[in-house]
């Protein structure tokens, strides 16, 4: 048992310095800490955003899953005052300027309502970077990710206005036959997307639904 626990601890050790030397050669990272974004995932919707012109002055933006914040901060940007931000965890998140966060379990049967309300209206443009903890076995961590995926998804169509836009977080495969069946039934134009900020050994891709047709 002692052997077991030695072997565990350094093992995770070495897991912890890979992470370390891995965040320290980040460009993405420092340049995060740079412009004051809470993650090195602001860029990745940064990107996203300056390919399909997600986000527009004015715009209402629902965040899923938003804490630390970093989307909620680049889409606060784009939208600029006249545009509406709201951010929705299950988790707390630190205010940030010109965004309304609402700590909530999207699986509740008000959760809609309340963030119609919050969001003044329908919904320009539905935005999920959700992914669940990874448990070290792929097909588990895609299952579980798809599942939050669904959950998003099911919010975008309930909240967005005819033309709006959704993007969610899938992992490598992107979304099962059923689901993409679904989303293409109700947006004119789907593609999976890997962003550039995407670290290149990640497993991660983003799916980026446009033309909701309501």
């Known amino acids: 048992m002692t052997e077991r626990r030695v072997r565990n601890t350094r093992g995770r050790s070495v897991s912890s310095m890979h992470w370390l030397e891995r965040q320290l050669n980040d460009p993405y990272v420092a340049a995060a800490k740079a412009k004051g974004y809470r993650s090195r995932a602001a860029f990745k919707l940064k990107e996203l955003d300056q390919r399909f012109r997600l986000l527009k002055g004015g715009s209402r933006v629902l965040d899923l899953g938003a804490a630390p914040g970093g989307w909620s901060q680049i889409a606060a940007e ?59 076995h792929r097909e588990t961590d895609h299952i579980r990710t798809l599942a939050l995926f669904e959950a998003a998804l099911d919010m975008a169509e309930l909240v967005l206005k005819p033309g709006g836009a959704f993007v969610g977080k899938v992992f490598q495969g992107g979304a099962t036959n059923e689901i993409l069946a679904r989303v293409k039934k109700r947006f004119a134009e789907v593609k999976h997307v890997k962003p550039p900020a995407s670290r290149a050994e990640s497993v991660e891709l983003y799916l980026v639904a446009t033309g909701f047709k309501g």
């Open 78 to 136: 784009r939208v600029g005052e006249t545009g509406r931000i709201v951010a929705a965890d299950i988790q707390p998140m630190e205010p940030i300027a010109g965004v309304e966060f609402l700590q909530c379990d999207l699986l509740e049967e008000e959760t809609p309502r309340m963030l119609k309300r919050a969001l003044g209206g329908e919904a320009d443009v539905v935005l999920s970077d959700m992914a669940s903890p990874t448990t070290g």
